[in-house]
């Protein structure tokens, strides 16, 4: 296997058996695709989740800060990474459902400024298995954003893929 510039072994993305993906470790899964953090998104965010501080839903407001603008929720850019894990993570025969079982340690670096696009990158650290027919993936994810040096998030994440 190929290896990353952080010396994380690369995934290719066929399907893989149960087995196969059990023996990840320090792999990295590569990049999804760009996705666009406009005002639409920010502004149905912050009425899903009642969260309508100004410095997400009011641009005039939001402009004579320091952001000058707009930024996305912290909690938006993270749940970015559920919608993008199936197109990133190998996909698993017989996999039935994989479920998010949480986050350890979830960072806010950089804020996502309105109109910015940010993709996710996810890397295997382990798998283990939980029980019979239940693996316990434990990722590195990271959200960047693009034109930026810094991350918007970084994240210890763990998912249970039943197969």
């Known amino acids: 296997m190929a290896?990353?510039?952080?010396?994380?072994?690369?995934?290719?993305?066929?399907?893989?058996?149960?087995?196969?993906?059990?023996?990840?470790?320090?792999?990295?899964?590569?990049?999804?695709?760009?996705?666009?953090?406009?005002?639409?998104?920010?502004?149905?965010?912050?009425?899903?989740?009642?969260?309508?501080?100004?410095?997400?839903?009011?641009?005039?407001?939001?402009?004579?800060?320091?952001?000058?603008?707009?930024?996305?929720?912290?909690?938006?850019?993270l749940s970015i990474l559920a919608g993008v894990a199936e197109e990133v993570l190998p996909s698993i025969e017989n996999a039935r459902m994989a479920v998010n079982f949480g986050f350890d340690r979830i960072r806010f670096i950089t804020p996502v400024a309105c109109g910015s696009r940010v993709r996710a990158n996810l890397i295997v650290k382990s798998v283990t298995e939980r029980g019979s027919g239940v693996l316990q993936s434990h990722l590195l994810a990271r959200v960047d954003i693009e034109h930026q040096e810094r991350p918007a998030l970084v994240a210890d994440w763990t998912i249970l893929t039943y197969v």
Not at 34 to 43: F, G, K, L, N, S
């Open 3 to 77: 290896k990353n510039d952080l010396g994380f072994e690369m995934v290719n993305r066929a399907v893989i058996s149960a087995d196969s993906y059990l023996a990840f470790s320090d792999a990295d899964c590569g990049f999804s695709r760009w996705i666009m953090v406009d005002q639409a998104r920010i502004d149905r965010f912050a009425e899903a989740t009642e969260d309508r501080q100004f410095i997400h839903t009011d641009p005039a407001r939001a402009a004579e800060t320091a952001f000058g603008g707009t930024i996305a929720h912290g909690a938006l850019v």
